[in-house]
């Protein structure tokens, strides 16, 4: 007696979900990503209206002056979602404790003095910096419209409260434990002359009325004029006087830099062109803060660079103008 066991497989109905379906098409199965972040932010059946902005709706377009007709063009070149985001951070969290572990037990002790100082009153005061990126990317989070990128917005707040706490470690890895430099550090970024207009460009941030212009002032212009000047130009300048050891304490800022640059050029070529009322808006905000932003670091760039740093400084605005104007404005 034989007994013939035949296979058969069953044809899924559908291969994703209908809100996907509306933009992929019905028998192409979705992404992680695109199931994470496509249409889930609610545009309907709201029961009142926030009682704090009574003029608008719990996610409202009229929010920012920028108009899009889909606001879901934009997506985030890297495809972050929550797993994806936080296995890279658990990834590289791991690298960065190992390069701590390596420059406490070995490259610490060679570090001349007078480049631990320059360290102490030109890099440790950005926690302060980072803890206010951290406000205004969750501003943009909550006010924002499009879950690609609110979304995003929220993930690069959780990295910069990572970085500011980086910048704590080293801070008490100078000092052995000791909290001296973080409190002149804070000390400064309050009423040290050096800060005082980086602070007020900060905190005029703040309080800005469109989110879209938030996000243009803090994650397209200021980061992109602070990172380079402090993490590749002041570094650079550091390890070749004997602070090779800063090299490992801030390669998660480098490496997170550049992968900063490849969301906002997507983001803003993506607004751009969408319309000419688009790219003149946002041409206005960057030229705008850009000039501010760069102005309040003058100070900062003749501290950590000397003669060359008013020169390097408007070099590194030089190029994200470049780096702008090869995304449509």
């Not at 969290?93 to 030109?122: D, G, S, T, Y």
């Not at 469109?210 to 380079?228: R, Y």
């Not at 803060?289 to 950590?304: C, I, Y």
């Amino acid at each position: 007696m034989s007994i013939n066991i035949s296979a058969k497989q069953v044809e899924p109905l559908r291969v994703n979900y209908s809100h996907i379906a509306r933009r992929i098409g019905d028998t192409k199965a979705a992404t992680r990503y695109q199931e994470a972040v496509y249409d889930i932010q609610p545009t309907e059946n709201f029961h009142y209206p926030p009682t704090w902005d009574p003029e608008h709706k719990l996610f409202d377009e009229s929010r920012t002056a920028i108009k899009m007709a889909d606001w879901y063009t934009f997506t985030d070149p890297r495809q972050y979602y929550y797993t994806s985001y936080v296995t890279t951070r658990a990834k590289q969290q791991e690298l960065m404790e190992n390069n701590f572990n390596v420059v406490e037990n070995h490259l610490l002790a060679v570090m001349p003095e007078a480049v631990r100082q320059v360290i102490r009153e030109v890099m440790i005061p950005l926690r302060h910096y980072e803890y206010g990126a951290n406000m205004n990317n969750q501003e943009i989070c909550d006010n924002g419209y499009g879950a690609t990128i609110t979304s995003l917005a929220s993930y690069n707040g959780l990295d910069r409260m990572g970085m500011s706490q980086y910048l704590s470690r080293i801070a008490l890895l100078l000092d052995e434990n000791e909290e001296t430099t973080l409190n002149s550090a804070r000390d400064a970024w309050l009423t040290g002359p050096l800060w005082q207009d980086l602070r007020h460009a900060m905190e005029d941030s703040f309080v800005l009325d469109d989110w879209f212009e938030t996000l243009v002032a803090q994650n397209i212009v200021m980061d992109s004029l602070v990172f380079p000047l402090v993490y590749q130009h002041f570094v650079n300048k550091a390890a070749a006087e004997g602070g090779n050891a800063l090299l490992m304490l801030t390669q998660f800022m480098t490496e997170w830099f550049k992968e900063t640059e490849r969301w906002s050029n997507q983001l803003i070529k993506v607004t751009a062109s969408e319309s000419s009322e688009n790219a003149a808006l946002l041409s206005q905000w960057v030229s705008k803060w850009a000039e501010r932003v760069e102005t309040a670091l003058q100070p900062l760039a003749v501290k950590a660079l000397g003669d060359t740093g008013i020169e390097q400084l408007a070099s590194i605005r030089e190029a994200l103008y470049a780096r702008l104007s090869k995304q449509g404005f």
